[in-house]
């Protein structure tokens, strides 16, 4: 799990309607959603088989003679939420296609040989040291490093505060696609009510 993330089973029909709801709010000039209530993520769904054929994942993903991997992919997933809604910092096995469809995501990028540029060193490939991965309950590929609040590192995550590799940074807007190379440390908030589709493949 990700930090405080918790899961619940909610019919689609009624996850559209709270999707227009959270949106008729934002532009009728409303209070976006607030801090106190809680945003309802459609995170890492399987895409339904019946919109596969919608998509046009990119042939590579699928065929090795690109010799851009073993040309296996492994599964193609939805993202669908509120503007606000965020994946926290983490790294994926795989390599990754993000793919935005409707809205506005911002992706903060790190590369995975990255270490700790001003001090402390990285203990792992994937630097693990400076995002201290695994650590308050994280999953081992998961950091508790919030890395939009510089206030908390100098306390709680001195290493990353010290020694943490600067972000690359992208904006995706509808029909952009971010390649993520394996094991790169990644965070992402939906800048708008979003929709995207990541293909993971080996």
């Known amino acids: 799990s990700f930090g405080s993330v918790r899961r619940a089973e909610v019919a689609f029909g009624d996850y559209l309607s709270y ?3 959270a949106e008729d709010r934002r532009l009728g000039g409303g209070d976006h959603i607030g801090e106190d209530e809680e945003l309802a993520y459609l995170a890492q769904n399987d895409v339904p088989p019946a919109l596969l054929s919608d998509l046009e994942v990119p ?8 010799g851009l991997g073993e040309g296996r992919r492994y599964s193609t997933m939805l993202w ?3 503007e606000g809604t965020v994946s926290p910092l983490h790294h994926d096995p795989m390599d990754n296609l993000l793919m935005q469809i409707v809205g506005r995501k911002r992706v903060l990028l790190y590369p995975r040989t990255a270490g700790s540029a001003r ?5 792992s490939a994937t630097g693990g040291d400076w ?3 695994g650590h308050d ?3 081992k590929n998961a950091s508790p490093v919030d890395v939009e609040d510089p206030a908390s590192w100098a306390g709680r995550y001195p290493r990353f505060a010290e020694g943490g590799p600067r972000p690359l940074e992208a904006v995706l807007e509808p ?3 971010l ?3 394996s094991r790169w440390w990644h965070h992402v908030r939906s800048l708008s009510m979003s929709l995207s589709v990541n293909v993971w493949w080996r």
């Open 80 to 82: 669908l939420g509120p």
């Open 175 to 177: 029909g952009d696609v």
């Open 19 to 21: 999707l227009e709801m």
């Open 59 to 66: 042939e590579f993903c699928d065929d090795s003679s690109y």
């Open 119 to 123: 001090g402390g060193g990285a203990s």
């Open 131 to 133: 995002a201290y991965a």
């Open 137 to 139: 309950g994280t999953q």
């Open 179 to 181: 390649y993520i190379p």
